[in-house]
Nanobody, 124 residues
Framework: QVQLTESGGGLVQAGGSLRLSCAAS????????SAWFRQAPGKEREFVGW????????RHADSVKGRFTISRDNAKNTMYLQMNSLKPEDTALYYC?????????????????WGQGTQVTVSS
């Protein structure tokens, strides 16, 4: 069992930066790939990116590529999402997920464990 807790969200102006954290409990977190998703009001949950269990491999959605970076520190049982050059369209509730159970990895149904989310609001 893995419990995930997101933090670091907030209100930021367009062009600004935020770093989200996803803290995990459970010794098995380090053995799982993990991911970030986001959901804006009235829209489906959207894939942001994923990272392999070791952190050696990542993939980011085209909409955030070059602006967002996923990383993890397994010694701290924590995954991060560095968000730069934020845009109003990045406004959403951001979720972290862990333990993939299928493919493709850009689908929410492919992930087992979820956090409660942290709100990111980007003003224009």
């Amino acid at each position: 069992q893995v419990q995930l807790t997101e933090s670091g969200g907030g209100l930021v102006q367009a062009g600004g930066s935020l770093r989200l954290s996803c803290a995990a409990s459970g010794r098995t977190f380090n053995g799982y790939p993990s991911a970030w998703f986001r959901q804006a009001p009235g829209k489906e949950r959207e894939f942001v990116g994923w990272i392999s269990s070791s952190g050696a491999n990542t993939r980011h959605a085209d909409s955030v590529k070059g602006r967002f970076t996923i990383s993890r520190d397994n010694a701290k049982n924590t995954m991060y999402l560095q968000m730069n050059s934020l845009k109003p369209e990045d406004t959403a509730l951001y979720y972290c997920a862990s333990r993939s159970v299928g493919i493709p990895l850009d689908r929410p149904s492919s992930w087992t464990y979820w956090g409660q989310g942290t709100q990111v609001t980007v003003s224009s």
